[in-house]
């Protein structure tokens, strides 16, 4: 064995590209048989993971401090360095705290958003094909070594820098490393121009870049950090976290809410001043007081931990989201353009017929086990490996498929499919008449590919047999008729007349109307002389002979139907978009019920060619249905629903759905059939291709809004009983002695308000959340409804309640209206008792704002049990403010009687029960309605 090279520096790579694949090999010191398993792991300790090493993030130190620097944080900590220096060293250091736990916390939260987006992004790893141990298998991408043979197809990303050794038809998108968009050409021939760059090299492919089209063999010549792309150090897939439109609209929400904490705190401090005489420094707190209570801290962190969760829930319902921020547009979703193969159906193929210009021939069995029989009606004996036409169509059907099915092992109970399921049927079916396909393989050993590609919708394999070469065809029955010119009948070749061809086609349509799906067979016998290297879909695919259909059943998904259902409920529309037949797609769409009656559109590929904006946008707002559609095609119809203001989810899974997925508001690609260029151009990745999936996620991003939303409620709350009582000092002129103090007030804000609020943003979906239409994408998160419910309902009357409890105290004193508690132990308590009051005010609204017209004693009243946890948290920390000596001090309260805890434990039952008549008299309209 030659010795090998050590790692590819850049001028080994034009040498490489210079000699031949064999010398290549030679060089690399392995052979055509690839590497064993123990040589690949030898490799890998010397050369080590394939893997490029992330960009540096942000020191985690800066993301902490920058929760310090806020404008919010700075002004808590001038405010506690005026506090000290005019002689309130208590409070002071007490706001300096209260700002430290809220930048912890922010930190704690941000940090627990990142843990999950990251651990979703190793949720996909990369894959590669190799030959390992002399057999194709598929190893994660880190694992591959220099060395290793890979196989690469349409859709697929490059993982390791690579000599080509085999193509057919082969194309790269080499952006990442050029800039340019353009897919390039690629051939395994030896190169002679040697002084170019390495993208330029025509036998090389890299890491980072893709396949546009066609298929390779290729050697691996360096992996990891030491290919081109690993030099640039450029990541393909990072979950970046770019500020989506929810958290432009927090932004401005806080920026707003601050504007107004602040003029009311100028306000405050002015009237302190000249209203009520206070010192300056002492005048400065209140006002800071007042500005902190009207802030929502924690705003912006719980909302990008209530998305992460949401985000993790999905994982777990088989729905990636790639970006927390897709989060949000899922809730608006107004239309989903879905596929039909795979994501609306099973993609669990069985050939149910098989139509000969002779007669119909049936097959049983379900599934892709090799076990059933082929049935003639005519024949009680016939056997199909006897029948010549029946022979070559299922000789042309599996041969010119590229999947496996592989047989139960110790592993797997079940038959599974390596490849595409449309073309594993057609293995099986063979299999079932008795076909020996390992033989017919050897015997007529296939020496060429032109690829399946969803624009021509069929492909050829080319495949020696003696003197001359022979050709299968097999492909969308439209296409393939139109290439023959002649058929097979008994063995015999003879013309394809118009009537033949309308019988063919006839048969097809009534197959389609059933739902099934349906490939004709072709096949051809080349030219002697054709030069097979130079061979192009147009010089082989053209003058066949028509041989058969082949016709198979691919039942709906059982969840789907209904899912369809919930989406109509929701008002979302769901359109078809798919590359199969008009009369299939229009019969399994109104099996599944996307479609109602017999009033449907369907509008095919060539149609849509001549259709003006105009005309598209009518058929849009109809029951329609998209059919043999280039997928290319998908991206008008987006764009013209996007200019109808609707919010688009589109599914895809090849390369040419990049495009109309990027162009989506949400893409979504199929995490199993999906090619790498979908998933990369996808903001969400279905792990099972399943169409319920989207409409979970759906629900998801729903209830995120909605949480928020209740988030922002309970926290503005308190704000109204919170700024009541300085109102009432300060336009009593001191007449009433200050009922909340500053401390007290930061208490609530910063202390026993938090946890609620956070448990609150992690609700789950509400029942009859998808039987709302859609948000609108107008909707703004602080709305009308939400300003009154929380200053002029839970709110005032919380200020009612809190003041009442602080006059509650005063009177059980013997003291009244005219005359207050100024000092003392009395006064001490009374404001306790507001504070108090106040936060059973907050447990009540807790449990009010868990739901927005649900009861909360359906969904159950102990069912989330972070907000639970909240409750008792506030319960806790209230007690400890109360009877902790320390704390006492610090926050100017005293011990609370019996009598005055039974006024406090009472306050939340009135509140929850009126606002559950409040939620059910909602609940009763909308049920009338
Ligand atoms: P959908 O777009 O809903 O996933 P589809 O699988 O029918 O449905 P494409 O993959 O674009 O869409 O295929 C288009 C057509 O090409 C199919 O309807 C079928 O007639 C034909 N076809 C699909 N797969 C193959 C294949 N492996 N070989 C030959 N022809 C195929």
Redesign the pocket.
């Known amino acids: 064995m030659a010795k090998e090279i050590k790692t590819t520096a850049p001028d080994t790579m034009n040498q490489l590209a210079a000699v031949e694949p064999s010398a290549v090999y030679k060089k690399l010191g392995v052979d055509q048989t690839g590497l064993t398993s123990a040589a690949a792991t030898k490799r890998q300790q010397k050369y080590g993971k394939n893997l490029i090493e992330k960009s540096a993030k942000e020191p985690l130190i800066k993301i902490f401090l920058s929760n310090f620097t806020s404008v919010m944080a700075i002004l808590l900590w001038v405010g506690g360095f005026i506090a000290i220096i005019a002689h309130m060293l208590e409070l002071g250091i007490a706001i300096w705290l209260v700002n430290v736990i809220n930048g912890v916390f922010s930190f704690w939260q941000e940090f627990q958003a990142g843990k999950a987006t990251e651990a979703l992004s190793q949720m996909l790893p990369a894959h590669a094909r190799v030959l390992r141990d002399g057999k194709q298998s598929e190893i994660l991408a880190e694992d591959l070594v220099p060395g290793d043979t890979i196989y690469v197809e349409e859709g697929d990303n490059i993982s390791a820098d690579a000599r080509l050794i085999q193509t057919t038809n082969m194309k790269v998108d080499q952006s990442t490393l050029t800039g340019e968009s353009a897919a390039v050409s690629k051939r395994a021939d030896s190169v002679s121009k040697l002084n170019v760059g390495h993208a330029e090299l025509s036998n090389m492919i890299f890491a980072g870049t893709s396949v546009s089209s066609g298929s390779a063999t290729a050697v691996v010549l360096s992996t990891g950090m030491k290919t081109d792309f690993g030099k640039i150090a450029r990541l393909t897939q990072s979950v970046g976290n770019v500020e989506s439109p929810l958290e432009k609209e927090l932004d401005r929400l806080t920026r707003q809410i601050s504007l107004i904490a602040i003029s009311l705190g100028v306000f405050f401090f002015i009237a302190a001043v000249f209203f009520v005489h206070y010192p300056w420094a002492q005048a400065f707190i209140f006002a800071l007081g007042m500005i902190v209570a009207f802030i929502p801290e924690g705003l912006l962190p719980t909302v990008t931990l209530s998305l992460a969760m949401a985000v993790n829930r999905m994982a777990k319902k088989h729905a990636l989201v790639k970006q927390l921020s897709s989060v949000e547009t899922l809730g608006e979703t107004s239309v989903i353009c879905s596929?039909?193969?795979?994501?609306?159906t099973q993609n669990q193929m069985t050939v149910s017929h098989l139509w000969l210009p002779k007669e119909e021939l049936e097959v049983t069995g379900l599934g892709y086990a090799p076990k059933g029989k082929i049935i003639s009606k005519s024949d009680a004996q016939f056997d199909a490996t006897k029948d010549p036409d029946a022979q070559q169509l299922l000789r042309g059907a599996a041969l010119?498929?590229n999947a496996r099915v592989v047989p139960p092992s110790p592993k797997n109970d079940n038959y599974t499919v390596l490849g595409?399921p449309?073309?594993a049927c057609l293995t099986v079916v063979a299999e079932k008449a008795g076909l020996d396909l390992t033989m017919e393989a050897k015997k007529t050993p296939r020496i060429k590919e032109l690829p399946?590609d969803?624009v021509r919708?069929?492909?050829t394999t080319i495949h020696s047999n003696g003197a001359q070469d022979l050709t299968y065809t097999?492909?969308?029955?439209n296409e393939v008729v139109a290439l023959c010119q002649k058929m097979q009948v008994n063995g015999k070749v003879v013309p394809l007349t118009a009537e033949d061809r309308e019988r063919i086609m006839q048969a097809n349509d009534n197959y389609a109307k059933e739902g099934l799906?349906?490939?004709a067979i072709a096949y051809s016998d080349l030219p002697a002389d054709q030069d097979l290297d130079a061979a192009t879909i147009e010089t082989v695919e053209k003058d066949l002979t028509f041989v058969g259909l082949t016709v198979m059943l691919d039942p709906p998904r059982p969840e789907v139907k209904a899912a369809v259902e919930e989406c109509h409920r929701a008002n979302i529309q769901i359109i078809?978009?798919?590359?199969?037949?008009g009369l299939?797609?229009k019969s399994i769409a109104q099996k599944i019920g996307i479609v109602q009656g017999d009033d449907v559109r369907v509008v095919t590929g060539q149609e849509l060619k001549t259709m003006t904006d105009q005309e598209l946008k009518k058929a849009l707002s109809g029951q329609i249905i998209f059919a043999?559609?280039a997928?290319e095609q998908k991206f008008r119809v987006v764009s013209m629903l996007q200019t109808m203001n609707k919010i688009v989810a589109v599914t895809g899974?090849?390369v040419n759905d990049a495009p109309a997925l990027k162009k989506a508001d949400i893409g979504i690609a199929m995490g199993v059939t999906g090619t790498d260029v979908a998933k990369e151009a996808a903001d969400m990745i279905l792990t099972d291709d399943n169409f319920a999936s989207i409409v979970r996620a759906i629900e998801e991003g729903r209830t995120v809004f909605n949480n928020i939303k209740k988030f922002l409620l309970y926290i503005l709350n308190s704000n109204m009983p919170e700024a009541t009582p300085s109102a009432v000092f300060l336009f009593s002129r001191g007449g009433i002695p200050l009922p909340l103090t500053v401390m007290q007030i930061l208490s609530v804000d910063l202390g026993t308000d938090m946890l609620p609020a956070l448990g609150l943003g992690t609700e789950q979906a509400e029942s009859g959340i998808m039987d709302q239409p859609p948000r609108s994408q107008n909707e703004k998160l602080l709305n009308k409804g939400i300003i009154f419910k929380a200053f002029f309902w839970y709110g005032l009357v919380a200020a009612i309640i809190s003041f009442g409890a602080y006059l509650y105290v005063n009177f059980a004193y013997g003291y009244s209206l005219t005359n207050l508690a100024t000092h003392g132990v009395v006064y001490q308590e009374a404001t306790t008792m507001t504070l108090a009051a106040i936060v059973f005010c907050q447990i009540a609204a807790a449990i009010n704002c868990r739901t927005i017209n649900e009861s909360v004693f359906k969904v159950g009243i102990f069912s989330n049990h972070r907000v639970l946890f909240g409750i008792v948290f506030e319960i806790v920390l209230l007690a400890c403010l109360i009877y902790v000596p320390f704390l006492q001090g610090i926050f100017n309260t005293a011990p609370l009687q019996v009598h005055e805890w039974i006024f406090l434990v009472i306050i939340p039952i009135p509140l929850i029960l009126v606002e559950e008549i409040r939620k059910w008299v909602v609940r009763r309209r909308r049920a009338r309605a």
């Open positions: 596929d039909k193969t795979g994501t609306l010119a498929s595409d449309t073309e399946f969803s919708k069929r492909m097999k492909g969308a029955p799906r349906v490939l078809m978009v798919t590359g199969d037949y299939t797609a043999r559609m997928p899974d090849g």
